[in-house]
């Protein structure tokens, strides 16, 4: 019984790695999106407010990505 009770508590107590996956991919599907716009067009972003929209995503991917990884790691 009290094997049991060990097991099912540690496997509560570990997290699921896949929230960090998912951002992971739609950062990385993200990366390649502007990489392949920026090589096609000298003028990507044409304005400053893509520019500034492009960034903002990017940052707040690449947090998202770094704050998924430290609470599966927590």
């Known amino acids: 019984m009290v094997n049991a009770f060990l097991v099912l508590a540690a496997d509560k107590a570990e997290k699921s790695e896949t ?43 690449a947090a998202s990505t770094m704050a998924a990884i430290i609470y599966v790691l927590n």
Do not use: N, Q, Y
């Open 19 to 61: 929230i960090f996956f998912v951002i992971g991919c739609v950062f990385a599907a993200w990366a390649i999106l502007i990489g392949t716009l920026g090589m096609r067009s000298e003028t990507f972003p044409k304005d400053r407010g893509a520019t500034t929209a492009v960034i903002g995503v990017s940052v707040i991917l």
